[in-house]
């Protein structure tokens, strides 16, 4: 049996499992992320604890398949990160760099953690066995990535399932994190729907679970911020199934905790918008919660050698 | 050297051309579509005029890699197209039609028409070399097509790239064909541009060509006319961005013409609307003009025998 390891990386903490080829997470182990210095000390402690794991875990260089790698910002196919604000990091291959770390004994794959979390989900979870789909993390903000015919999509730039910047409303006057104006992510996203809460006055407003709760009440301020909040992103869907035609949108991230009723909304405006060749394309709710990227990135190293 | 057959088929006539391996046309061939009995003589004829061409020009079945077809309507990856009004097709699997025909002597691989484009514009084309590209061909209709990481993209119902149909205006009375309202066709297509330069008024309105000649030649109405066309075009490319980040844009069809006015007009648009992270797309020209379909087809062909 051959093992890989991966490694989700986040603004605050590193998590790792030991997932074994058919699809057994082994062992897990989590670290506190080193901001410090630019993040010049995350790539050297994950290639530490990466090695301690095996070792530990009595893992040979031979029972090992590699290492694969997320990190929160654009990586293009050859491992290259350009500028990944969360962890300070400029322009790195960071599959050039844990390789080098690890001395070679196995290669590396890296990805953009929502890329690597669609894989996850395709493999073990929502997605199981469809080749075409998307996985949409709805968080503070707002995250996505593709698989399309059984391949995790990097784009040229890194820049796959970047569904929160799609325009969603051209006369917005708020900027978006991003520079533009009226991005997807400003009213789907926990941050929007928030934001819109608070400009319908809803006293309820002390987070999102709050404000979906008062919707299922009938609250006809909360069912309009939640619902508009499902239109911009039944929107995003529909542009995508445009693009790419996934057969399974898995809907994760704090958000998809709203349930049924999200679920409901975001049926109702995907058809709206989408085109009929699309339109049965299912919508779930993802399986593997945080543990999607870990899966995600072990796969994309079985994939990857099966692919030489 | 290997040769396969590329076959595009569309609502007036069938092209066919025989490729070899490297990329040469050896000879073309062409005769009317017969759209009799729900178009049911198609594939007869196809198989009929792909076996006389084989003959006629001495290629053996040993020296045959297969027949690649392209048609006017959603095709998913196993061949099965799911009604193709252009041709008066219901659910038809052509794939295997054609295989029987063929008495299995060599495989068939099929595609959308503008999917099929989009692999021959990246083999020999304006795409060559891109692992990530994504064509638009703009005549009466708008078509797209999607390669991703090197491959052609399907999607889960054979509608990958129909960015004619993201909804520009989701206010606009108009009915798209498709049913819905609003969609990017409506204004960016040929006949889009017709009926905004009807609509403006505008003397010159005799087809798309005077009214890009009229714009180049600064009347305020044409120019507006073409920058919402382009505009709305910018629009779907953007979003096709968001969910698969092409590094290159290709431009073909009718409108396509117009030429260093609308390439102009489409990055300025393009680059409103676009995420940061994938500004730096390419919008060119098409190169291979008709014949990208017959390239694209005898490609499917290829790659489908390399990915055995």
Redesign the interface.
Known sequence: MKYAVGVDVGGTSVKMGLVSESGDIRTTHSFPTDLSDGGANIIPDVAGEVASLLIKEGITREMTAGVGIGVPG?VT?DGTV?RCVNLGWGRINIKEELEKRLERAFPVFAANDANAATLGEVWLGAGRG???ACLITVGTGIGAG?V??G?M???????????G???YK?GESRLCT???RGCVEQYASATGIMHMAKEAGLSCAGDVKEIYDAARNGNPDALRVTRNAADALG??M???????????FIIGGGVSGAGAILMEQLEESFSR?V????R??RIVLAALGNDAGIYGCAKMVFDGINLR
């Open positions: 654009p196919s350009n469809c080749g075409n593709m399309c015919e391949r999509i990097y784009g040229a730039f890194g820049a796959s399932g970047e569904l910047h799609i325009t051209p991003c520079g533009k929107f995003a529909s542009c995508a199934s445009a693009a790419a035609d996934p057969e399974v918008y085109f009929h060749a699309s049965d394309a």
